[in-house]
């Protein structure tokens, strides 16, 4: 019989908080608004929360809790992935990370040029002694024009492109479509992968009758959230690859609550 290592005790009474796998691959499934089914591909983080009488955890096992869902991960399976990540690691926690490219088909403003545009979505979960705590990141690439640039030029105002990162903890699931739109609503106006010069023309002209700074962005995202009763909790957060300064600039705003992260 095999010496099984890990499961021998550790007498230096250290817990840790996370310990499994990361960066791993994983064929995914996620459905968008219109109940599409999009395949992509996510990088997934498993862990558990080690008792400090453990030398260490059984990394197979990780891959057996994800394993045991078939070759490719769906959102309703996250709960299943827990329970079964913790009942198998001995553990009364576990988290799941899962980050991937999601893809929405943009039409051009004027033209209606048909083009596809990524935006990266994370889901974090935490399962912690039967109570499932989800949490959707979105980052959203906007456009800004700034207010200050336009206020003291005779001709024109600098402007660049931005992400704004919105996280929110919902009473009941919230469109990944719905968190884009509203990051863009925020925004000076909204990027596209396909433009004609009509479009070019439109976008311009749009960014400068609507210049925000990245606090007017954070603070227009946040006045966003607290209007849906469904948002719980949500950290905001911009910022803006400047295009005059050799650096960014940056803003946050979190709604606090008692289970926020």
């Known amino acids: 019989m ?4 890990q499961s021998e005790r550790d007498d230096r009474k250290l817990a840790i908080d996370r310990v499994g796998i990361k960066s791993l691959r994983y064929p995914m499934q996620v459905r968008d608004k219109h109940h599409a089914i999009q395949s992509t591909v996510a990088t997934i983080q498993l ?14 096992r990780f891959i057996e809790a994800l394993s045991a869902h078939g070759p490719v991960v769906h959102v309703e399976n996250i709960r ?16 799941l990370d899962i980050e991937f490219p999601f893809f ?8 209606g040029a048909i083009g596809l545009l990524d935006y990266n979505v994370v889901f974090r979960a935490t399962l912690a002694k039967g109570v499932l705590d989800f949490v959707v990141t979105t980052t959203v690439p906007v456009t800004t024009l700034c207010p200050c640039s336009k ?18 903890r919902c009473t ?4 990944i479509e719905d968190m884009v739109r509203l990051c863009e609503e925020s925004a000076s106006a909204e990027l596209f992968s396909l433009l004609k010069r009509p479009d070019e023309k439109h976008v311009t002209e749009q960014a400068y009758a609507n210049p925000v700074f990245v606090e007017d962005l954070v603070r227009n995202v946040a006045l966003r959230c607290d209007a849906i009763p469904n948002i719980v909790w949500y950290r905001a957060e911009a910022e803006n690859f400047e295009s005059i300064h050799n650096h960014n600039a940056y803003a ?10």
């Open 252 to 261: 946050l705003i979190e709604k606090k609550s008692s289970t926020s992260a």
């Open 151 to 168: 206020a003291i030029s005779l001709a024109g105002a600098h402007n660049q492109r931005g992400h704004v990162t919105l996280s929110v």
């Open 172 to 175: 009941k699931p919230m469109w």
């Open 104 to 111: 929405l088909e943009k039409k051009a403003p004027v033209s």
């Open 80 to 95: 299943d992935i827990l329970e079964q990540t913790a009942r198998r690691l001995e553990s009364d926690c576990a988290h």
């Open 47 to 60: 862990t558990v929360d080690l008792p400090h009488q453990f030398k260490g955890t059984h990394m197979s």
């Open 2 to 5: 095999l010496k099984d290592t």
